[in-house]
């Protein structure tokens, strides 16, 4: 177990963003200390890396689609950011 600000470096992304996807239930595996507040993660879950890379091609898969780029073209780039 590793705590929130951990995960967040190793995955490097921000801390609020962290803190958004925990609030989401995007984080397999997380949970809050209820005394202390304090939010943990099993670093070692499968789950929890696949859920994240799923995320986050959902992620780029949205923001692809914003810049109004063809489907050829976002395939093309989802599969060079899963390389």
Same mark, same amino acid.
């Given at each position: 177990?590793?705590?929130? +600000? /951990?995960?967040? $470096?190793? /995955? @490097?992304i921000?801390y609020? +963003? !962290?803190i $958004?996807?925990? @609030? /989401? !239930? $995007?984080?397999? !595996? %997380?949970? /809050? #200390?209820p005394q202390?507040?304090?939010?943990f993660?099993d670093?070692?879950? %499968?789950? #929890?890396k696949?859920?994240?890379?799923?995320? *986050?091609? #959902?992620? =780029? $898969?949205?923001? *692809?689609? =914003? *810049?109004? *780029?063809? &489907? #050829?073209? =976002?395939? &093309?780039?989802? &599969?060079?950011? &899963?390389?």
């Amino acid at each position: 177990m590793i705590k929130l +600000t /951990q995960f967040c $470096r190793e /995955q @490097k992304i921000s801390y609020s +963003t !962290g803190i $958004r996807w925990f @609030k /989401q !239930g $995007r984080i397999p !595996g %997380a949970y /809050q #200390n209820p005394q202390t507040k304090s939010i943990f993660v099993d670093e070692n879950s %499968a789950e #929890n890396k696949e859920s994240f890379f799923h995320s *986050l091609e #959902n992620d =780029i $898969r949205y923001f *692809l689609e =914003i *810049l109004k *780029l063809d &489907k #050829n073209k =976002i395939e &093309k780039i989802i &599969k060079i950011v &899963k390389e």
